[in-house]
T-cell receptor, first 116, second 114 residues
Framework: AQTVTQSQPEMSVQEAETVTLSCTYD???????LFWYKQPPSRQMILVIR??????QNATENRFSVNFQKAAKSFSLKISDSQLGDTAMYFC?????????????FGTGTLLAVQP | NAGVTQTPKFQVLKTGQSMTLQCAQD?????MYWYRQDPGMGLRLIYY???????DKGEVPNGYNVSRLNKREFSLRLESAAPSQTSVYFC?????????????FGSGTQLSVL
């Protein structure tokens, strides 16, 4: 069974600085996606970034980038130039693909506070 | 706008009462899911449905039943609510969109069981 581990329950960063959120996962599959979701106080689940396992190049979306280390099964999220609106819970997630159903498995989350 | 519609947004039940959470998507997705979110535990999969007419258990199915009424709708039923089922519930659907597998979430249901 796949598992996703986020070892940082809470983190804090000063506005305009850079922060990295950690995520590790365990799987025996070769074909999968990895995701970072943001959940602000509104409770909405917002996709931040995704990474296909077969791609060696790290995904980037504006201020958000990942460090994907497939052999180490590590998938960290870097937020550059942190903004107050980045304050939220961040979830790392794993999805196997190619089967009948692609289930999304979540980590326990990291609560990020951006300080002014 | 296309998306996942989930109702109700809030609900308070007494122990032993029953209720059904409704979910509908208009993106023609085959797969649909129900998750519950609890502090410190992330989102845990309750049930999922790979296609109309099929359902399977996830990590935490006990105390719940589901129905995939048609391709659009996937409901979650609590037959006899317990305080341990106090949680935030999310419905989601997934499908192939713009050459990528994408997952879309509803806005969540805050359920309190007293």
């Amino acid at each position: 069974a796949q598992t996703v581990t986020q070892s940082q329950p809470e983190m804090s960063v000063q506005e305009a600085e850079t922060v990295t959120l950690s995520c590790t996962y365990d799987t025996s599959e070769n074909n999968y996606y990895l995701f970072w979701y943001k959940q602000p106080p509104s409770r909405q689940m917002i996709l931040v970034i995704r990474q296909e396992a077969y791609k060696q190049q790290n995904a980037t979306e504006n201020r958000f980038s990942v460090n994907f280390q497939k052999a180490a099964k590590s998938f960290s999220l870097k937020i550059s130039d942190s903004q107050l609106g980045d304050t939220a819970m961040y979830f790392c997630a794993f999805m196997n693909y190619g089967g009948a159903t692609n289930k999304l498995i979540f980590g326990t989350g990291t609560l990020l506070a951006v300080q002014p | 706008n296309a998306g996942v519609t989930q109702t109700p947004k809030f609900q308070v039940l007494k122990t032993g009462q029953s209720m059904t959470l409704q979910c509908a998507q208009d993106m023609n997705h085959n797969s649909m899911y129900w998750y519950r979110q609890d502090p410190g535990m992330g989102l845990r999969l309750i049930y999922y449905s790979a296609s109309e007419g099929t359902t399977d258990k996830g990590e935490v199915p006990n105390g719940y039943n589901v129905s995939r009424l048609n391709k659009r709708e996937f409901s979650l039923r609590l037959e006899s609510a317990a305080p341990s089922q106090t949680s935030v519930y999310f419905c989601a659907s997934s499908g192939w969109t713009d050459y990528n597998e994408k997952l879309f979430f509803g806005s969540g249901t805050q359920l309190s069981v007293l």
